[in-house]
């Protein structure tokens, strides 16, 4: 894929970011007045998404697995993150983007969580799943029936 947006899940991320961006600055749809106390949940949230990020993301690119769901697995990670999760990445998007919208305080917000749940779940994963499955055979199956898809 080229062009000036690539679907890639950081770009989803980063166009959902945006979206909260835009509500933040729009009048209404607050959910708690005074914010401070949301904001600081949203905070602790937001870094816990960032942490389980780069627990999963350093040791991936590390072990040379290929990070782009659009070219086929090289390695298959099965520690660290990806012990609990096989999509511990993606988890950590979702958990940063409701760190943010609890931050922005907007009901609006609250929903690009789910937006981005639900493109990686109906798309990305499904895609790598096919060819994680296709590329590493019963090593695959074998962890796929150990490790849940989320959590």
Not at 8 to 34: C, E, K
Not at 61 to 73: D, L, T
Request: include cysteine.
């Amino acid at each position: 894929m080229s062009g000036l947006f690539r679907f890639i899940p950081p770009r989803v991320f980063q166009v959902l970011l945006i979206a909260i961006g835009v509500l933040w600055l729009l009048p209404g749809g607050t959910l708690l007045t005074p914010a401070w106390p949301l904001r600081l949940v949203g905070v602790l949230v937001f870094a816990a998404g960032l942490a389980l990020m780069l627990w999963a993301h350093h040791p991936f690119i590390r072990n040379g697995c290929e990070i782009n769901p659009y070219k086929a697995p090289r390695n298959l990670m099965t520690t660290g993150a990806f012990a609990h999760s096989r999509n511990p990445m993606y988890l950590a998007f979702i958990v940063m983007l409701a760190g943010i919208s609890l931050f922005a305080n907007d009901w609006g917000a609250l929903l690009t969580p789910a937006v981005f749940f639900a493109i990686a779940n109906g798309y990305f994963i499904r895609m790598e799943e096919e060819r994680a499955e296709d590329t590493f055979g019963a090593d695959y199956l074998a962890y796929k029936g150990r490790v849940r898809r989320w959590l």
